[in-house]
């Protein structure tokens, strides 16, 4: 019988947000050429961001600065008076300012921006949501106080925040290996139950989604196409189909939960139908999953600090044309911890003419990702001509030495037996 590892714990977040804070941060702010970071957060229309430098609680408009000198990061919040207080007793942040009338937060903000003089200062506005928290007005706003010095410099906090959000503290990381564990508990549980030529694949969809409000977990993106079960042709990020299960098919679910309201996991896990009186699949579908399984691997061992998410898809693709994978839209992987696609390095690029810049970017330890081992061919049974696709989903976190995955990862097809 299943269990929630997590159920009773308390929420260790609001300790690793502080450490995330003190000893992530500043690494992240180097890195990405900045000395000020100004986030505003406010009610009903609030930052991503907010939840991880304290903001959540906001009511009337909030602004958190963190500025960094001699490689240590100190914070200040300017909090409307209601929110002060509890606000301090988060404990999150050096100083907090109570504002008696909060229509003086642009002027304070501006005020102590001056003082501190720094070269750059980084907000949220950017191309990548989870670093695009700052509106239009409220922007305006903070420009009409800034002295026109301070305005033009002003850059996007996206460096910044991808530096530091891709990073994972350990004690996140052991949060996320345990919760993998269970994902894909849940995800063989649901195979188990399957029989072929009765099961569809959106009854299987609806026993894991049952089996997620049974053990009180959240999911990892929207239930509306989590989890994707597909026994057909791939269907992209899409809820389950009426599918009838059937001997000769491949069974890909996509699976994620969300534990603590803040870790997502991001698994798949591929099984195939045997026919009536069928031991073990055809040696043409063990081949394909073979090949996407050891392109799996060979991910897995370019994914080493320094090198960039392009070298690791270039690595597998490689692979896959040696191979007689017929080659993928998707790319690789992508970073995976507050979101199921996180902000930080894109483990992709190799379909392009023109690598997207996130590909260029390069790893470091501490960098979680979920990723793929692809196989990709043509197949007309029984559906019509389409692209089929073996897609073996894993999470993985880069050490210095190199990467290694949070679980064990899968080594051969789950099988499901007809009667």
């Known amino acids: ?128 949501n989870v670093a695009d928290g700052l509106s239009h007005t409220l922007r305006l706003q903070m420009e009409a106080a800034l002295p026109a010095e301070l305005r033009g410099r002003l850059v996007s906090s996206e460096n910044l925040v991808a530096e530091w959000l891709s990073v994972k503290l350990p004690q996140e990381v052991e949060i996320m290996r345990q919760a993998g564990e269970l994902t894909v508990q849940i995800e063989l549980e649901a195979y188990s139950r399957i029989v072929p030529g009765e099961t569809r694949d959106s009854e299987v969809a609806a026993f894991i989604q049952s089996k997620v409000a049974e053990l009180g977990l959240g999911f ?110 998707w790319g690789t992987g992508h970073p995976v911890g507050y979101w199921a696609h996180d902000i930080g390095p894109a483990l992709t690029g190799g379909q392009r003419e023109v690598p997207p810049p996130d590909s260029l970017r390069v790893l470091r330890p501490g960098q979680t990702f979920a990723f793929d081992g692809f196989f990709a061919w043509e197949d007309a049974r029984p559906y019509g001509t389409a692209e089929r696709l073996i897609s073996v989903e894993e999470m993985a976190v880069v050490t210095e030495h190199g990467a290694e995955y949070l679980i064990p990862p899968q080594e051969e097809l789950v099988l499901i037996k007809s009667q």
């Open 1 to 128: 019988m299943l269990r929630n590892p997590f159920s009773g714990q308390t929420n260790p977040w609001p300790g690793i947000r502080k450490e995330r804070i003190r000893t992530l941060l500043p690494a992240a702010m180097q890195l990405a050429g900045v000395d000020a970071w100004v986030v505003i957060c406010r009610e009903n229309a609030n930052d991503p961001l907010a939840m991880h430098i304290g903001g959540e609680n906001a009511g009337g408009t909030a602004a958190f600065l963190f500025t960094l000198l001699d490689g240590a990061v100190a914070s200040t919040a300017l909090s409307p008076w209601g929110e002060a207080v509890g606000l301090s007793e988060m404990q999150v942040h050096d100083r907090v300012v109570p504002l008696e009338d909060p229509s003086t937060i642009w002027t304070d903000l501006a005020r102590i921006l001056t003082e501190i003089n720094p070269k750059a200062i980084a907000v949220n506005s950017s191309a990548k």
């Open 220 to 329: 990892g993106w929207s239930p509306a196409h989590n989890p994707s079960v597909n026994s057909g042709f791939p269907r992209g990020h899409a809820g389950a189909s009426d599918k009838l299960i059937i001997p000769g098919d491949f069974m890909q679910t996509d699976f994620g939960i969300k534990v603590f309201d803040v870790w997502c996991t991001d698994y798949q896990r591929f099984a195939y139908v045997l026919s009536p009186g069928e031991m073990e699949p055809p040696q043409e579908a063990l081949h394909k999953f073979e090949i996407a399984r050891r392109g799996h691997r060979i991910a897995l061992a370019a994914m080493k600090p320094g090198a960039t998410g392009l070298d690791v898809d270039s690595a597998q693709r490689r692979w896959m044309e040696q191979n007689g994978s017929r080659p993928v839209k």
